[in-house]
């Protein structure tokens, strides 16, 4: 019982996340290691499908299956891929 007290105070002396801007932290740090990826090849067309599906579907479906379903953005991106490797090929 005494080793609860302590757990909870020491958990509650890091204080509140976010005014400390800790919840921030996560989406800086995706959008960070997301920049370089976006220079390659059909990668801005996959990131633009995929934030229009999560906004479509954010209404109305269960939480994570917006960001779930944002990985068949994808399927534009290698369409888009396979046109211009074949429009390059027969150039």
Do not use: N, W, Y
Not at 35 to 40: S, T, V
């Amino acid at each position: 019982m005494l080793e609860r007290r302590h757990a909870r105070r020491r958990a509650g002396g890091l204080g509140d996340p976010r005014s400390l801007g800790l919840d921030a932290i996560f989406p800086a740090a995706f959008f960070v290691l997301l920049a370089p990826q976006l220079r390659r090849p059909g990668a801005p067309v996959a990131a633009v499908a995929g934030a229009l599906i999560a906004l479509v579907l954010l209404p109305f479906s269960p939480a994570g299956l917006p960001i779930i379903a944002a990985v068949l953005g994808v399927v534009p991106a290698l369409a888009t891929l396979r046109r211009r490797a074949a429009i390059e090929r027969h150039a």
